[in-house]
């Protein structure tokens, strides 16, 4: 079963379409998208790249992750 986590995005648009996304709880994401949707999808994605790459390093989840 897959968590759910609630975090805040900042989502810029740039100047020639799409976005970049980033968290301020989560320095570590950033993604972009051409599309609101695909943003948030990238972002999704993002952040399960993440915590599989703390869990392969063994370190602990940032706070924010942590339950």
Do not use: F, H
Request: proline share 12%; glycine share 4%; hydrophobic share 40%.
């Amino acid at each position: 079963m897959s968590k759910i986590y609630k975090l805040p995005l900042v989502m810029e648009p740039q100047p020639k379409g799409g976005y970049v996304v980033t968290c301020p709880l989560l320095p570590e994401l950033i993604t972009e998208g051409d599309s609101v949707e695909e943003a948030v999808y990238n972002a999704n994605d993002a952040l399960a790249a993440i915590i599989e790459a703390y869990e392969d390093l063994s370190k602990p989840l940032p706070p924010v992750l942590q339950r």
